[in-house]
């Protein structure tokens, strides 16, 4: 037995450089070709929708945006068609990004749907992965967010790129190539209608998107506001938010329209979407209150969180058109002197400022911490609060 296993050792010492010799050729002719063998996603279509649907979503193929200006966020829905049924734990959604015009421009902020990663990409491209999870028609993979580094003018064209945009197939273990050919995204400019959101609950727009002194299960108002309303005879509205933090409450149309028709909003785990349309013709005016968004903030609001507009559409004419997304921030803290607690110093801002309104010269929003329009009593309330949690934290 001894010189049966010497002689088996020698043969195994002998075929061993050339048994890792084939691994090798094995593996580079894997990573030349992207994959030794095709999975069931090799070749399929995969698209991306500018166009935010609810559940279940739905494709709509919109291959347009408006601009966006510096710090401003663009929502995809992402899809891989013509899928009866697929096992997939990862995915690298890549984009072209030729004398790095892609990530010069932008910012791959996150991905959220079937798989559980939600961390940011890094340059043209991003990873996802988790459990193993099924992906049925109409092949909904999730929602990818990119962020505007810099303003993106009119004309910016953005695409996933070919072969190194690829998905895992978790039944075959085969790495595929997704069909990227209709994935172009063309930014467009001059916009329909204008959109602006309005955190002071006084009478008209003052285009305050930042509250401070935000307490745990306080109300918020969100009033929209357009212009360049002429002809509309509806709009359709859909806010994304973190539901940890905020819960949407209910919404109240506007005035723009002196009969206003909803329907009951459409509410996810992570977005609502309201509308309103009139009856009674187009409308005539060109500027109004659209609407009045209520959030209540969640038990686990501890610092700040932000509300996107992230879809404007409005029906003029028999045509859909848009506005460009906008947001909204809400801040737990209360500093006025930027050393990050609440404390006298704050006090002695507060009352230097205390009795002034919108209408008052050099109005500063950020001591209105009720966005009432007015600094008052209850401003000085919320204050005297913050006052006294920062103590007792300390």
């Known amino acids: 037995m001894c010189a049966a296993l010497t002689r088996f050792e020698g043969r195994s010492n002998s075929i061993m450089p050339f048994t890792r010799h084939a691994i090798r050729l094995l593996l580079i002719s894997i990573s030349l070709t992207g994959t030794a063998y095709a999975g069931a996603f090799e070749g399929k279509r995969i698209t991306l929708d500018a166009q935010i649907s609810g559940q279940p979503p739905v494709n709509d193929e919109r291959r347009t945006f408006p601009v966006l200006s510096k710090d401003n966020r663009v929502l995809f829905e992402v899809y891989v068609e013509g899928m009866a049924r697929g096992l997939t734990s990862g995915f690298t959604l890549a984009f072209e990004d030729d004398n790095l015009q892609f990530s010069t421009l932008f ?36 929602i990818l967010t990119l962020k505007a580094r810099q303003n993106v003018t009119g004309a910016t064209e953005i695409r996933l790129k070919a072969e190194t945009t690829t998905i895992f197939d978790s039944e075959t273990g085969a790495i595929d190539q997704l069909d990227v050919s209709d994935t172009t995204i063309r930014f467009v400019t001059g916009q329909a209608f204008g959109i602006s959101l309005d955190l002071d609950t006084s009478l008209g727009d003052q285009a305050r998107t930042v509250r401070n002194g935000v307490a745990i299960g306080e109300t918020v108002e969100v009033q929209v506001h357009g ?31 002196s009969a206003a028709q ?12 309201v509308t309103a349309a009139t009856f009674g013709g187009a409308l005539t005016v060109t500027e109004g209150l659209l609407g009045r968004v209520f959030f209540t903030t969640q038990d686990s609001f501890v610092s700040s969180t932000t509300i996107n507009l992230i879809t404007a559409e409005m029906l003029r004419s028999s045509e859909f058109v848009t506005a460009v997304p906008r947001s909204v921030t809400l801040n737990g803290a209360v500093d006025f002197d930027g050393n990050r607690i609440a404390d006298f110093r704050d006090f002695l801002l507060f009352a230097a400022r205390f009795g002034e309104t919108t209408s008052s010269p050099n109005f500063d929003t950020q001591f209105d911490l009720d966005g ?18 920062g103590r007792e934290s300390q």
């Open 107 to 142: 910012e791959i902020e996150s991905f959220e749907g079937i798989l559980s990663n939600t961390t940011g990409g890094r340059g043209a491209s991003i990873s996802v992965s988790g459990k193993p999870a099924s992906l049925r028609a109409p092949g909904f993979l999730g």
């Open 227 to 257: 212009n360049a309303l002429e002809l509309m005879v509806g709009y359709i509205l859909r806010f994304d938010f973190d539901s940890t933090m905020v819960a949407f409450e209910s919404f109240i149309p506007g005035n723009v329209f």
């Open 262 to 273: 909803t329907v009951k909003p459409e509410v996810t785990a992570r977005s609502v979407e």
């Open 372 to 389: 009432n329009g007015s600094i008052g009593f209850s401003d000085f309330l919320i204050l005297v609060n913050a006052i006294e949690a």
